[in-house]
């Protein structure tokens, strides 16, 4: 463990980016004023958006999506005009440590999306800790109401694939075994942008992140009790709270999981693949040096982040997502995607 030294590691760009990201004494997200962090992360997410040309071959539908007991699922439903029907689908859960964040906040990026993979993306507004408790967020994956309703809207219901990011990738990780377990069909992949898996905290990269400034040890644990309250550590968490606490992970999909070096998430992230590999399940995984957590966020236009951008593109492109009839190079818009990741 290098608990003393990981800032001496950061990568130089993504250091140097560092020192113009405005930190308050706990760091960029502070928990302890969550409302006011709340706002702050939608006028951040709303001002950069604005600065970002729209794509406007992508239209965008807000569905109301039925709980059996409880209010209703938000989603965005983003799709390309110019693909055809069926439409392949991504569903997408937004990052912010399930306790900050909104499905809209995503939209400059997911929209290139669209249109690079001829594909429809489902963002889902899952309900936030602490005024839904785990594993509300998890119920909340609309899933199952997507396949049912897939041909009404155009959508293919044998081509839906999962991926998130940070909390959202915990949620995408979680919503997989819940889906496992109710017995409804597979979905086509995982994509997990260094998912928040755990909430035990006793890794090393857990111990050993604690002053980067962008979520480290004192917000990790803040968040994780708020999502379980007194649960939090104790044998009374699940695996639908917290992906991590499963010990049957056969019959999962294929994974993809990306994680920086200097992440808190880097260790529960790597224990996670291995156990997905000793049960069957195809992972691919990519470990970046010198990165912090959500590094491809903060420095957009670094090389490391151009590169994670292109790797978890082409795994997109590789699997049966992509539309067959969708546009023919993806990979062109690489760098849009990159450009608009920054928020």
């Known amino acids: 463990m290098h608990k003393h030294n990981a800032r001496e590691r950061i990568d130089p760009e993504l250091a140097e980016v560092l020192k113009a990201v405005p930190m308050t004494p706990t760091g960029v997200f502070d928990l302890s004023d969550l409302e006011g962090t709340r706002v702050g992360v939608r006028a951040m997410a709303e001002s950069i958006a604005s600065t970002i040309p729209d794509e406007p071959t992508v239209t965008t539908h807000e569905i109301q999506v039925p709980r059996a007991d409880g209010p209703y699922v938000p989603i965005l439903l983003l799709r390309p005009q110019n693909a055809p029907s069926p439409l392949p689908v991504v569903m997408w859960f937004h ?42 967020a998890t119920e909340d994956t609309a899933y199952r109401w997507i396949s049912d309703n897939a041909t009404d809207l155009g959508l293919d219901p044998a081509r839906i694939g999962l991926a998130g990011q940070s909390g959202g990738g915990g949620i995408a990780a979680a ?24 909430d035990r905290n006793t890794t090393d990269s857990s111990h050993e992140i604690t002053d980067i400034g962008i979520w480290d040890r004192a917000t990790n644990i803040s968040a994780w009790k708020s999502i379980l309250g007194d649960r939090v ?42 156990r997905l590999r000793a049960h069957g399940v195809p992972v691919e995984l990519h470990l970046y040096p010198g990165a912090y957590h ?14 994670f951008h292109h790797t978890l593109n082409d795994y997109l492109v590789r699997n049966p997502v992509r539309n067959p009839a969708g546009v023919s190079e993806p990979m062109a818009h690489a760098d849009r995607l990159g450009g608009a990741c920054a928020r």
């Open 294 to 307: 959500a590094f491809d966020l903060f420095a957009p236009q670094s090389h490391l982040a151009t590169s």
């Open 175 to 198: 919503s997989a075994l819940l889906i496992r377990d109710i017995g409804a069909a597979t979905p086509l992949f995982r994509l997990l942008m260094y998912p928040m898996l755990d």
């Open 95 to 136: 990052g912010g440590g399930q306790v900050l964040g909104h499905a809209a906040q995503d939209s400059p990026w997911l929209k290139p999306l669209c249109t690079a993979l001829g594909c429809a993306i489902v963002s889902v507004d899952y309900r936030l800790a602490p005024e839904t408790p785990a594993p509300g």
């Open 233 to 274: 550590g104790t044998d009374d968490v699940t695996s639908y709270c917290a992906a991590s606490r499963a010990t049957d992970l056969a019959g999962l999909p294929p994974t993809f999981i990306g994680v920086g070096e200097l992440d808190l998430f880097r260790d529960e992230n790597l224990d996670y693949a291995a």
